[in-house]
């Protein structure tokens, strides 16, 4: 039966609903009444030749379509649920060269050698050094700030540990940093207009961070670092990265690994700061709980998707070989099924088996444990030395298909 709540065109990757809100409501409803439902889409709206896609909404359902990649593909569309209208047959396809539009068993050989870099020893060596990277990040953004003690929290703070994690991680010198952002940014941001990124660029940036990438995988063959872009190229034989397979794990870095935890550090701020009872309490006790609550309630990212690769069923809905499956988060980590008050930020929540880092299957999040350890010492750091910080402006919101983003935090010390 038809679901109420979505009018006739109704479109949960239509990048001016993101723009404005999440469509929790919306969510709410199709978990209740249509958890696995049929969306029409116009042909090529999305860059695909079909009808549309299903909307997978229930925490179950995500899990399932997650860890089956034998009946859900990610290769065959990719798991971006919505390109640029523009976009062109041949420039999606070559998305696959990313692991994360992979399926096993090529992207089980690729993940076995990339994890190398992110083993909890890998992580932890990182640690002192991101600690004071995040106090110096937020020492800057209070220098930064206008005579009333005014900044931008996503350009003075969200956007730097992030960028600066990943030149830690990979050897980047921490001078081109800004070239990184710049790339990812313009990768990203292909729905806003405020960008005016078009496809042909964003195509383009990402050939950029390729070309920076396979250039910073040749010094390291001729001149092995202790460093991961070592580890993971020098000895391609022995089943390390070839130099192109580096290029495009980088772009995987660069987006996957920039966008999600900033936007996550932005959506926790506002959380915070319009959560005042939460935020005394982080300033207080620094619940070990904090980061994994930030990212349920933020959900960077708010969809992906798969294709079918079989007639099969889900949710009383019959799929069928070839249909686009959209997987959302967002409306699993607020199923009321698993969490309790699920519109309640709490970040003592325990357990928490929200899916913000993917739901489980070989494309769980490789980085979770240094998202983690960002968000925890950024929070550190702003607690610590802007702990009367507050809010001065609503955020204005990246128009995306699929990314829950913050372009702008206006904050205030004064």
């Not at 992906?304 to 959302?328: M, P, S, W, Y």
């Amino acid at each position: 039966m038809p679901c109420p709540a979505l009018p006739d065109g109704f479109d949960l990757t239509d990048p001016d609903l993101l723009h404005t809100r999440v469509p929790l409501p919306e969510f709410a409803t199709l978990r209740q009444t249509d958890p696995v439902r049929w969306i029409d889409q116009p042909p090529r709206v999305s860059g695909f030749d079909d009808a549309g896609y299903w909307a997978v909404t229930r925490h179950e359902d995500v899990k399932y379509v997650s860890t089956r990649p034998e009946l859900f593909s990610s290769y065959l569309n990719t798991a971006i649920i919505r390109f640029n209208e523009s976009i062109s047959r041949d420039a999606i396809d070559a998305q696959r060269l990313i692991m994360l539009n992979m399926d096993p068993p090529e992207h089980t050989r690729v993940r076995q050698i990339v994890q190398r870099g992110f083993t909890p020893r890998a992580i932890r060596s990182l640690e002192d050094a991101l600690r004071a990277r995040a106090r110096s990040v937020v020492a800057a953004a209070l220098g930064n700030a206008g005579p009333d003690g005014s900044f931008d929290f996503v350009t003075n703070v969200a956007v730097e540990l992030p960028l600066q994690a990943i030149a830690e991680l990979i050897g980047v010198p921490q001078g081109d940093r800004s070239k990184l952002f710049d790339w990812s940014n313009k990768m990203a941001a292909y729905d806003d207009p405020e960008y005016a990124v078009t496809a042909e660029a964003g195509e383009e940036a990402a050939m950029e961070i390729v070309s920076y990438a396979m250039t910073l995988a040749t010094a390291r063959k001729e001149c092995p670092a202790d460093d991961i872009v070592s580890r993971l190229v020098a000895a391609e034989d022995e089943g390390n990265l070839s130099s192109d397979e580096f290029g495009f794990f980088v772009i995987l870095l660069a987006v996957a690994g920039n966008e999600t935890t900033r936007n996550a550090i932005t959506h926790g701020m506002h959380a915070f700061l319009t959560h005042p009872d939460q935020w005394e309490l982080f300033k207080r006790e620094r619940p070990a709980t904090t980061a994994e609550e930030i990212v349920r309630w933020a959900t960077p990212v708010v969809s992906f998707q798969r294709t079918a690769t079989q007639d099969t069923e889900l949710g009383g809905a019959k799929i069928k070989a070839g249909d686009r499956v959209g997987v959302f988060y967002s409306s699993a980590n607020h199923d009321p099924e698993v969490f309790e008050d699920p519109g309640t930020f709490d970040i003592t929540r325990d357990p928490n088996p929200h899916l913000g880092f993917g739901g489980g299957g070989p494309h769980f999040c490789l980085g979770k444990s240094l998202a983690v350890l960002e968000i925890d010492l950024i929070f550190d750091a702003v607690a610590d030395t802007l702990p009367d910080l507050r809010l001065t402006g609503d955020p204005r919101r990246l128009r995306s298909a699929w990314l829950n983003g913050v372009k702008e935090l206006r904050v205030s010390t004064g």
